[in-house]
T-cell receptor
């Protein structure tokens, strides 16, 4: 499968714990995006990378959230000191930096439940 | 005002019907537009990009009206498998950057 992959698919954690999610983009895509989606809402942008550079962060990305893409391939999203409000689906997408209408393709997501 | 607004539905239509969804966006400088489909508890999947001249892909037709800041999606001859949430999506910057999603319109196609 050459699509976007994400791990784990599900994560249940207790409030106050740290969690880390991984995203592997489509291999030739140099842009990688993180979104968060809660029930009944559309995905909301969190941050994106071109290669290893983080180009934009949303105000939704509090100090407890950090994302990295150290070698310009896979990316990790870490949430420290999780809160119940962090419960959501965390989606990763990738695209080319130009061409093809900048179409973004999504991975299956990581569903986080904070108890 | 939300950046992208959609009627949440649900739209309940019989198989074979034609159904249309509308969406408005607030940023007049937006450059790229898309429709994504999302099945329950799954990721959004790109359905089609929306071009200024309008475009068609099989039973699906998308239209863009820049003057009214309005995007539409028409589904002809609805199938049971079309049941899903349809997300209207805008790329405000017109480059490979963040997407802004509407809340989605739920479609249920019935026998």
């Amino acid at each position: 499968d050459t699509g976007v992959s994400q791990n784990p698919r599900h994560k249940i954690t207790k409030r106050g714990q740290n969690v880390t999610f991984r995203c592997d983009p489509i291999s030739e895509h140099n842009r990688l995006y993180w979104y968060r989606q809660t029930l009944g809402q559309g995905p909301e942008f969190l941050t994106y990378f071109q290669n290893e550079a983080q180009l934009e962060k949303s105000r939704l990305l509090s100090d407890r959230f950090s994302a990295e893409r150290p070698k310009g391939s896979f990316s990790t999203l870490e949430i420290q000191r999780t809160e119940q409000g962090d419960s959501a689906m965390y989606l990763c997408a990738s695209s080319l930096a130009q061409g093809q209408g900048y179409e973004q393709y999504f991975g299956p997501g990581t569903r986080l439940t904070v108890t | 005002r939300k950046e992208v607004e959609q009627d949440p539905g649900p739209f309940n239509v019989p198989e074979g019907a034609t159904v249309a969804f509308n969406c408005t966006y607030s940023n007049s400088a937006s450059q790229s537009f898309f429709w994504y489909r999302q099945d329950c508890r799954k990721e959004p999947k790109l359905l089609m990009s929306v071009y200024s001249s309008g475009n068609e892909d099989g039973r699906f037709t998308a239209q863009l009206n820049r003057a009214s800041q309005y995007i539409s999606l028409l589904i002809r001859d609805s199938k049971l498998s079309d049941s899903a949430t349809y997300l209207c999506v805008v790329n405000p910057n017109g480059t490979a950057s963040k997407l802004t999603f509407g809340t989605g319109t739920r479609l249920q196609v019935t026998l």
